[in-house]
Structure formats: C-alpha cells, structure tokens
C-alpha cells in the first residue's frame, strides 16, 4: 500500500503515543515445505505484506519481502537456521511493503533473482526521480505522524536502491515457472491493485499466493483499476486451491475467499453509487466481520479507511489515483 496523504492525516488523531517496533514476525507452516512470514499493521505504521516461503531443491523461493527490517531480518534469519540460501524472490507488485526487503535479501544472497512486473520499471524511471524530495517535504511540513516518520524514510532508502528491485526476468504473461524446482503458476493480472500485479499458484500444495488482490483489513486501493481487479480475483476463483495467503491477513480457505470476493463486488459497486461513503464502509465491516476475525479492535480503523478509499475511487472515476487503463478501454489515464 503506498501512503495516502489523507489516509496518514486520519491516522494523526488515532495516534496518540510513539508506537514501538512489533517482535518479529514468526513463521507458520502453511504445508509441508511451504510456510507464511504474517506482515505486521501496528496501529500508527505502515504496513508490511506477508511473505510466503517456499523450499526449493537447494534453497528458498521467497514471494514478496515487506518494508520494515524487522520484517527482512525475520525472512534473513528464516533462511539461515534453515540452512538454506535465497535463489528466488517475486514481489507481486512494486508497493513498497512488499519489495523493501529485496536490498537486504540481495545483499546477503547477491545470486538471489527477481520476477516482478514491468511497473516496477515504470515507478523507478518516471515516479521514484522526486520522490525523495515529495517524502522530505511532506515530513517537513508535519504532515506524516510522529511514529510513522521512520517507515517514510526507510521507504526513500528503498526508492533509492533500484538495483535490487528490477526484476531479472518480468513476468508479463501467465506461465509456469520452475523456481528451484519449485513448479509455481506465475500469474500476470494486468490493471488490477497494480498495473502489473502477479499472483502464484503452487499445485504441490495448492496453494495461492495472491499478492494485494486479497487484503485486510480492508482492499488497498491506491492504485487499483477496479475491473481488472474484479478480473484477476475470478482467475484466482478459477485455480483448485484449498489455501490462499492474502497480501495482508490471515490465510483464507475457499469459502472465507468467496465471502471476500463477494465482499469486494458489493463494496466497489457501492463506491460507484451515490450511497454515503459510511454506508459502503458498514457493509464492508459487516461483509468482513467473519475474516477480520479476531482482531475486531481493528474495527474503527479498518472503517475509516473503507470510508477514504470510497473517497478516492469517486475522486478518480472509479479507480485509484494511479490507474493506466489498458489501451484498448481507453488508452492512459494521467
Ligand atoms: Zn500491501
């Protein structure tokens, strides 16, 4: 998720002391030789994505790498009681909670390749040249919380180290990839959370890991193009997986993906009404409440950003601030 102004404003008043670094996260086995690094949200932070890790042949194909150290030192420090080296990272998009930790990861496995999106090529050539100074002034000028400031600055530490970012080999197509003989469907959803999102289906264990196109508390939609979204989550619907790990939250089984789904036709169909903003957010909190589960003191910041995110969509036609349309609907937006 990128930080939305507004979103950092609104969370000023829900901060009211310095929140500390959360313990690292812990890995859960997902199946046999596949398991989940869970991404942290402290209240008052930015957040990280989950990482999934699977074992490979010889060492470990990683999917996504979060924003904070804590979180790349967690997946660091998973590969070395496992004796095991780092031979392939995918980032399922280029958002900064799900990449940051490649330049830690490459620095101690420099062998270690990427498969991402061409987007990711795109922000560092034409959005990251200013960001810095965009970042700077923005905490200059107060506008990021107290407690969120270092997240901000080791996000321009990130932008500044394209290198290990770039991927090795794009993913511009749906294919299978054997990643240290590990088979993985590597998907391409075009114009869906990102311009270029990628998604995996392992068929060993049947498992997706679906990137941002499944996220909790609420969708991140800052840079959403809502059809494609709607698009890459009936492919997903489309694969025979038991279990599915979210950009952010809890792994879901079939069912708890179709309430989610579901969920998010009713929430962007409200979006695009002229229901109040509050409404669409109550039926998402409603829709979700099963998923969400147990952490319902989420409740009262997972509604305030359902209601901005309503905000943002109506503000830019329906889709994120930072939607490229497929050419054929259109051509580019901004
Ligand atoms: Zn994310």
Redesign the pocket.
Same mark, same amino acid.
């Given at each position: 998720?990128r930080l939305l102004v507004t979103f950092a404003a609104a969370l000023v008043a829900a901060v009211s002391v310095l929140a500390a670094d959360p313990p690292p996260p812990r890995p859960q086995l997902l199946a046999p030789g596949t398991w989940l690094l869970p @991404?942290t949200f402290p209240e008052g932070r930015l957040?990280d @994505?989950n990482t999934v890790l699977f074992e490979g042949a010889t060492g470990l194909v990683v999917m996504d790498t979060g924003r904070h150290a804590w979180h790349a030192q967690a997946i660091l420090d998973f590969a070395r009681s496992h004796d095991r080296r780092i031979t392939d990272i995918v980032n399922s998009h280029w958002?900064l %909670?799900?990449v940051s930790g490649n330049a830690p990861i490459r620095a101690a496995y420099p062998q270690a390749q990427v498969h991402t999106g061409l987007a990711m090529e795109r922000m560092i050539r034409e959005v990251w040249p200013d960001a810095r100074e965009r970042s700077e002034a923005s905490i200059a000028a107060g506008r990021i919380p107290a407690a969120m400031v270092p997240d901000v600055r080791g996000d321009i530490v990130t932008r500044e180290q394209p290198e290990a970012l770039r991927p090795d080999f794009p993913v511009t197509r749906t294919e299978t990839r054997r990643l240290d003989g590990v088979e993985l469907a590597s998907h391409f959803a075009p114009h869906a959370a990102t311009e270029t999102d990628v998604w995996l289906y392992a068929p060993a264990s049947r498992i997706v890991a679906a990137g %941002?196109l499944v996220?909790l508390p609420v969708p991140?939609l800052d840079t959403a193009c809502v059809q494609g979204w709607h698009d890459a989550l009936a492919q997903v619907e489309a694969t025979p997986f038991v279990t599915l790990v979210p @950009?952010?939250g809890a792994p879901m089984d079939r069912a708890q993906f179709g309430i989610y789904r579901k969920a998010f036709a009713a929430y962007t169909a409200c979006a695009a009404s002229s229901a109040p903003n509050a409404r669409c957010a109550a039926r998402w909190l409603e829709a979700t409440a099963e998923l969400r589960a147990p952490e319902p003191a989420d409740d009262g910041r997972a509604r305030e950003m359902a209601e901005e995110y309503v905000d943002l969509l109506r503000a830019n036609d329906g889709n994120g601030a930072r939607c490229l349309e497929p050419a054929s609907r259109g051509g580019t937006r901004r």
């Open positions: 998720m @991404g957040p @994505g958002h %909670d799900h %941002d996220t991140f @950009g952010h």
